[in-house]
Structures are given as structure tokens and as C-alpha cells.
């Protein structure tokens, strides 16, 4: 039997192999069915575990990770599978912060980028981004620094078990956790760089380590403005569960106070308008005095925004990971319960998946909970004659490789080998001016974001030199307003304005398989003007 499932397990893994080389079938399912056979033998007969250091199998998954993340990231953006927002908008930013005194500034919509989310964090990165001016970059650091967050899990893990076999197995479960490689596969984030540093914070503050405690949690304020509900939780979680009071109040405290000035004060006066994003609690009020007020005068009816089918699996999804270990420390999980009520009072059903980037300030608090609820379980308790810990750890990286199953459908060949539309497109791309302002479709956008103005298309076409097209989308669906009539080596498009119907008149200037770069003919002249 036992040697039946061996070699079953071994054909499926063959398969697996196969579906990432030859798309003839989904790789993802091939997997999960893989995954079911090497569970049942496991349950059988557990696999014999090689007697490695626990250094080194920490330092080889921190390095696989990095490695096999930046190349999944790095290539879907090659493949044209990243966006706009955010990964656009964040290149814009980091370009114009190494030129630009009066602050980062973003065209996505035309706006100091801080009157959006605040991130001073990412002031960091502007000298390496200096240095290597590419999305590429973003998307390699942010990999490599989720990484990094292994060697906190297992520094704490080590801390609260006192085995490094132990504290290796956590650190490996938070690599593979299928919440972590959604936040990493959403483009790029600053709020995802919390992740490490709340873990390094709870380090620190469970190691007496004061000044680094201080430094990280300055940092994680400055990935974004609501990375103040992690360390109010954190702050929460200091002076009930470890009773240091002064400094959780004044963690907690002080983080509601930076909550309050960026929201209420700083974001608003850099934009010029309200803070953008409470549109997502609309249902609970017009402002966040009335949002928290309505919140506290009416419990039930909150309550009632809490609970719902797809709010349960969300909470599912982020706990199967963990083998549900979270839930044998409940004390455990208080930081992260700020965030999670922010998420769950929310009707934007982004804040509530377990793959979005929402749940940077959740997902650190969760994994500290199962070491502490690994904890709770004593070493001699067995169950279907196996120890109950190796048990629920071992559940923990079936379900983290269950859900996380999707990410193995990046690594097949025909999603990032490119064809030649694609190589086409890179074609038309490298025809368009630097710095010459810019209208193109969101997934080409990263691409051409250095540069002081480019717009999602059709929007910002009157302030645009060039328009960046795929002309085999039209009549576009999305945009049935729009019209694009072509003569020869002339487009014109037509819009709705305010004043009627607005033309735009441009000249084909680069095209490739269905891809027209366009210069507008009024640019055209002004630029022969000058010249003459």
C-alpha cells in the first residue's frame, strides 16, 4: 500500500512537472490531487525527516523564497500581468522622489502621492531605486524583505518553544503561507513591508530590546496610514497579555493619534479633499467620527456587517493555514483584532480575501498565535497514534500548500514565456520619447512610468503627447463612449466633454501587431515651431 502511494505520488509529481512545461492541463489541480496522495500516506506512514540544522533549513527557505517569489513577480510583469495600481503608481512615486523637492508626486490621479496613502517609508528605498530605476526592483525587494520576515518567526518561535526543530517548522509554515504569497503577488505595496517589521517589533518587545521596538514600529507607520491598527493591537496586546502597560498604552495611544493627524489632517491637506477611502464604511457614516460613533451606538448592527458566508471563509482561509492553532491561544490574537474588524466591517470585499494585501497587519499577529497555541499543546498527547503537535503542524503545510496551490500556475511556461504580441508590444514601448507625457492601457502602464505624467487611457489624453493603444480592443465595451476611427497614418478620437464632443487628432507613429503608438498632431506642430 505504502509503496503504491509512493509511486502514485511520484507520477503526479511527474505531471505536475509536465503541466508547467506543456500546458495540457492546470497545473494548480494536478497539484492539489498530488497533494492528496502524499497526505494520505503521511497519515499512514509519516516520512522519515532529514536530520539538517535548523540554521540552514531557515537560511534555504529565506533564499528559495526570495528566489522563486522575485522570479514569479519579475516575470508576470514581463508577461504584462501587473497594473496601473498599484505597481505604476508606486514606480511613479520612487522616480519622482529622487527628483523632485517639493515631495513624491503621482499622476494616477495627478496628486501628491502621500494625499492617497502615506508611506514615508518608501523615502528608504528612493536612493537603491535611484540606482536601479525599475519596477523590477520594487518587485525583487518587496520579495526579498517577506522573506526576511522567516528569521523573526523563528527567533520567537525559538524564544517561546526552546527548540530550534520547532522554531525552523514555523518558519518554513510562514514561507509557505498561501496569505503571504497573495500580498506578494498583488504588485507592490508598502503596507506589505509591515509584515517583517511587526514581527521584528514583538521581538523586540518580548526580548526587552526598547530602541529597536521604538525604531520598527516608527518604520511600520510609515508604510501607511492604517498600519496604526496593527501597532494599536500590538499596544493592546503589551499591556494586556504581557503587562507592560505603560509602554502598550503609549504604543497604543500613540498610534491612534498618528491614525488621526494623517487621516484627518496631513492627507486631506496634501489632496486637498477628505481622506479618500472611507467611501468602503459609506454604510456606517460620511466621516470617521460618524463611522466610529455609529460603531460604538449600534454594536449589534456591526456586528451584523461582520457576519456573513464569505466573511466566515475569509476567516477560514486565513486560520487553515495555521492548522486553526491561533485559536488555542485567543489571548494571542488580540493584535490582530483591530485590523480584522476594520476588514470585516468593510462591504469592499478586497479588505475581506485572504490573498490581498489587507491582511499585512493580520497575518503577523496570526502566525505568532499558532507558535503560542502550538504551545498549548503537550508533547505527549497522541492521536491516531501520532503526536497531536506533529499533527496539527503537519495539517498547517497541507492547507498552506492547498491554498497557496494557485501561485504554482505562474510558474508554467506559457504564463510568462512570451509571445510575439507581447514581444511586440516591447517594440512599440521603446519608441515612446522619455519623459514625453503618456495615455496607455493599465497593464502597459508600469512599463512607461518613469516619467512626470501617464495615464490609465482614455483618461488624460488631452494632456497627453503620446497615446499608447491596443487597436484590436475596439469598439472597447469598457469604454463605449470612445471612438476610434483610422485613415491611413492618421487616428482620431472622439469623447464626450463637458462642451459636447472633444477630437483628438494624431499621427501613427509606431505600430506592431495591432499596437499604435499615436503623437498628437497638435504636439507635432508646436514641436516644428520651436524648431523653425
Known sequence: MIRALDGLALALGALVVSTLAVAWWRPEEVFLA???????????????????????????GVLGYAALL?????????????????????????????????????????????GDHFSPTLYLLAPPFAVFPSPVFLLVAQSVFLALGALPVYALARRRLGSDGSAAGFALLYLVNPTLHGVNLRDF?????????????????????????VLTVLLTLGCREDAALGVVGLGLWAALARRRRVLGLALAGGSLAVLFFDTQVLMPYLRDGPYPHLWRYA???????????????????????????????????????????????????????????????????????????????????????????YRQLSPQVRMIGRPVRGLALGLAFLMSLVLTSRTLNDLAVDRWWLGERQRAAYRVLAQVPPGASLSTHERLLPHVALRPKVFVFPVGIEKSDY??????????????????????????????????????????????????????QAARKALRAKIG
Not at 505595496?189 to 521596538?213: D, K, N, S
Not at 490574537?333 to 470585516?344: D, E, R, V
Not at 462591504?347 to 507558535?371: E, G, K, M
Not at 475596439?474 to 483610422?486: A, T
Request: include cysteine; charge should be positive.
Open 34 to 60: 498530488f497533494l492528496a496522495i502524499v497526505g494520505l500516506r503521511v497519515v499512514l506512514r509519516p516520512y522519515r525527516i532529514p536530520a539538517w540544522r535548523p540554521e540552514r533549513v531557515v537560511a534555504g
Open 70 to 114: 522575485s522570479f514569479v513577480t519579475v516575470t508576470r510583469h514581463w508577461a504584462f500581468q501587473t497594473h496601473a495600481l498599484d505597481l505604476g503608481q508606486y514606480v511613479q512615486i520612487l522616480w519622482s522622489l529622487g527628483r523632485d523637492l517639493r515631495g513624491p508626486y503621482t499622476s494616477l490621479p495627478e496628486m501628491h502621492a502621500w
Open 189 to 213: 505595496h508598502p503596507a506589505v513591508l509591515a509584515i517583517p517589521l511587526l514581527l521584528t517589533a514583538v521581538y523586540c518587545l518580548e526580548a526587552g530590546r526598547t530602541g529597536w521596538l
Open 283 to 373: 454604510h456606517l457614516g460620511g466621516s470617521l467620527g460618524e463611522i466610529i460613533v455609529n460603531m460604538l451606538l449600534h454594536p449589534l448592527r456591526t456586528l451584523g456587517f461582520m457576519v456573513s458566508v464569505k466573511k466566515l471563509l475569509y476567516l477560514l482561509a486565513l486560520l487553515a493555514p495555521l492548522g486553526f492553532l491561533p485559536l488555542l491561544a485567543p489571548l494571542e490574537l488580540l493584535p490582530a483584532l483591530p485590523t480584522l474588524a476594520h476588514n470585516l466591517v468593510s462591504l469592499d470585499r478586497v479588505l475581506f480575501h485572504y490573498r490581498s494585501q489587507y491582511n499585512a497587519f493580520v497575518l503577523p499577529f496570526l502566525v505568532l498565535a499558532a507558535v503560542s497555541g
Open 467 to 520: 497615446v499608447l493603444i491596443d487597436g484590436t480592443l475596439f469598439p472597447d465595451r469598457h469604454v463605449p463612449e470612445l471612438r476610434v476611427e483610422r485613415q491611413g497614418g492618421e487616428v482620431t478620437l472622439t469623447l464626450p466633454g463637458a462642451e459636447g464632443l472633444a477630437r483628438f487628432r494624431y499621427d501613427v507613429v509606431g505600430e506592431a501587431e495591432g499596437y499604435w503608438l499615436l503623437r498628437r
